[in-house]
């Protein structure tokens, strides 16, 4: 397969899907099957044409022109690996929701198979078309309003319609900064390729320049969730779209807002030559994505809803990736040589946290999918002991919570140990860029502590047996494969980190015009023991997981031999429980008592009504005392 043939089968796929939703409309189990396939026949399709331009092939350039409308279409190196994601998580999802689906009313199913391919299409777009233009408004409208219907079909009428409409408003306002800034460049013609627009913005005044850089980073910022914009979509949208759905929007929908950051920061910036300040507009990022990342991440841990706790912490982790695309600028502009050596450094970092993030964050969302499929309860205030019932789910968890806590050996430790380590060198005659890194690793801890009570609450405590009532089994075979899925991707990303990045340097070799093209990528060396930043031959910093692996492993059979040696034996009695014989639902700990003084220090960052609204199947097995709580 050469040139864009694999562009143009997936779109085919796509279309088909569309196409059969309306023809077996009446007919939901052919329609969940043919939908599957053919989906998932079109993230194959488009992964092959990534896997050819990331592995040398030409990118693929094309001019789509019907009567006056003008459409340019570039699949470079950079577009290659979003495709690349997209294709992975879409795949994972589309079989997830095959499972996940089953239970649903036919009627919905029709609806949800006939709009998911168009949003998949729309996804497509924003990371193919070249231009803010005609091209560019037909893929993000396809995408806003597609995603619009997908969230609105994700709970009942009467919860689902504000959160809908909420995010499809956001969407269009974000839409209309975006293509309005093009507006700025002297002679710009509707239609203009991106390029072009950076090359007119090169004659244009410093003040023309600003505003629509600015305009550009407020319209993909809120695309991607920059606070305070993020706060007032992501949480509805996510916790309300279906965990298939929601594991797309926080897994790739966010990324093609980092996607037009970058193309805007790191590509179109070096055609506008002179007029684009890096050092002004890194710090705009850095202090953006600083922000973001720590109130996103405080206030995840506020949750009870664990799908909204998941939604805040994905404005948290997206914060990281500003965070690391502001350093990079920052170290860029910097007097120091040492510094512009690792602006690459943590440009990669960013990039490689982008895969992270897209590949755990879906994980955890189907995890999320598979807890409301198996209790019918998004409250973690319900769940509990999992583990027994759950073991597969629960192993997939704690995994995935291991990984975007960051922790040693893992996909997220490599990712935020590029950012923030590349940060903190570079940033050693810089005070904000070391005030920022200090804040960044302070964050990691919080996110540790979030998932320790998301996987401790629902998985590892006890009884969501008495708490919801019924019997709880582990979820089927179809809902189990794509997490194991993703979760083989998220090792290797963590084991293998610097295919990662040899993969991240070929899709920039294969972009053209980035900004970061003239800087010393060899600081940044791997091989296989792991990662190695590196200065005239010295090692700064090094990260290797199998040697951090082995440390821990050491460190737990140390612990254990030191428990042992004093020869005490081990006796099992009944926990006291301050008088209580039987441990039940009024004396376990409830999640609004964990780090309830964490809480209150920084209640002044918001999402403090931590309330859990539960569809009706799930009120009605409730207690009365539980329906009191719950609603």
């Not at 989906?39 to 990118?59: E, R």
């Not at 309003?145 to 995010?167: H, M, N, Q």
């Not at 839409?175 to 203009?192: E, M, R």
């Not at 909204?308 to 007097?335: E, M, N, P």
Request: charged content about 15%; some cysteine.
């Amino acid at each position: 397969m050469t040139g864009a043939e694999g562009f143009w089968l997936s779109l085919i796929s796509l279309g088909l899907s569309f196409l059969m939703a309306i023809v077996l409309r009446k007919k939901a189990g052919l329609l969940r099957t043919g939908g599957t396939l053919l989906v998932s026949l079109s993230c194959l399709f488009l992964a092959w044409q990534s896997v050819i331009i990331l592995g040398g092939g030409q990118p693929v350039e094309l001019e789509i022109k019907t009567g006056v409308f003008h459409l340019p279409v570039l699949i470079d190196g950079l577009s290659a690996l979003f495709l690349l994601l997209l294709s992975v998580l879409t795949l994972a999802s589309a079989m997830f929701a095959y499972g996940y689906f089953e239970r649903m009313p036919a009627e919905r199913i029709r609806k949800i198979y006939l709009v998911f391919p168009v949003f998949i299409f729309g996804l497509i777009g924003l990371l193919t078309v070249d231009d803010l233009g005609p091209g560019f408004a037909l893929a993000w409208q396809m995408m806003a309003v597609s995603s619009y219907f997908l969230v609105r079909w994700g709970r009942d009428e009467k919860l689902s319609t504000r959160p809908a409409l909420t995010y499809l408003g956001f969407m269009e306002l974000a839409w209309l900064l975006v293509a309005g800034s093009a507006f700025l460049a002297p002679g710009y013609h509707f239609g203009d390729s991106l390029a072009v627009i950076g090359e007119k913005l090169n004659g244009s005044s410093p003040a023309a320049a600003a505003v629509f850089f600015g305009l550009l980073l407020l319209g993909f910022g809120l695309k991607t969730g920059v606070f305070p914009l993020g706060q007032l979509w992501i949480p509805g949208a996510y916790s309300t779209a279906s965990p298939p759905v929601s594991a797309l929007l926080a897994g790739i929908l966010e990324k093609t807002g980092v996607f037009g950051l970058i193309r805007v920061f790191f590509f179109v910036a070096r055609e506008a030559g002179t007029v684009f300040e890096a050092r002004l507009w890194g710090r705009a990022l850095l202090v953006a994505g600083t922000l973001t990342l720590f109130i996103g991440t405080v206030q995840a841990i506020k949750q009870s809803d664990y799908l909204k706790l998941l939604a805040y912490s994905s404005i948290g982790q997206v914060g990281y990736i500003l965070f690391a695309l502001g350093s990079s600028l920052v170290a860029l502009a910097s007097d120091s040589m040492p510094a512009r050596s690792l602006a690459t450094v943590i440009f990669i970092g960013a990039i490689y946290h982008s895969l992270n993030h897209g590949v755990f964050k879906s994980l955890l969302f189907l995890t999320g999918g598979s807890l409301l499929y198996a209790t019918g309860s998004r409250d973690l205030n319900r769940l509990g002991g999992l583990l027994a019932a759950m073991p597969v789910t629960g192993i997939l968890a704690a995994l995935a919570s291991y990984s975007i806590a960051g922790m040693p050996a893992s996909s997220g430790f490599t990712s935020k140990w590029l950012m923030i380590s590349g940060n903190f060198l570079a940033g050693r005659s810089d005070l904000l860029l070391t005030f920022s890194g200090i804040v960044a690793l302070f964050t990691a801890a919080f996110t540790l502590a979030c998932y320790v009570k998301f996987f401790g609450l629902a998985f590892t405590s006890a009884g969501a047996g008495w708490k919801l009532k019924k019997e709880i089994r582990e979820v089927p075979s179809s809902l189990l494969v794509p997490k194991v899925f993703l979760m083989l991707i998220c090792l290797s990303q963590a084991f293998w980190p610097q295919f990662y990045v040899k993969l991240i340097n070929r899709s920039l070799l294969a972009a053209q015009d980035f900004l970061l093209a003239g800087s010393a990528v060899e600081a940044l060396q791997g091989d296989r023991s792991g990662l190695k930043i590196v200065k005239n031959s010295g090692v700064l910093a090094a990260a290797s997981p199998l040697l951090m692996l082995l440390l821990i492993l050491a460190l737990v059979l140390l612990a254990r031999w030191l428990r042992q040696a004093g020869g005490s034996g081990q006796v099992r009695v009944p926990a006291w429980l301050c008088g209580y014989q039987e441990l039940n639902q009024d004396n376990v700990y409830a999640d609004r008592n964990m780090f309830s003084d964490l809480k209150k220090f920084f209640r002044w960052t918001g999402a403090n009504d931590n309330r859990v609204v539960e569809d009706d199947e799930s009120i009605d097995r409730a207690s009365p005392e539980e329906k009191e709580v719950i609603t």
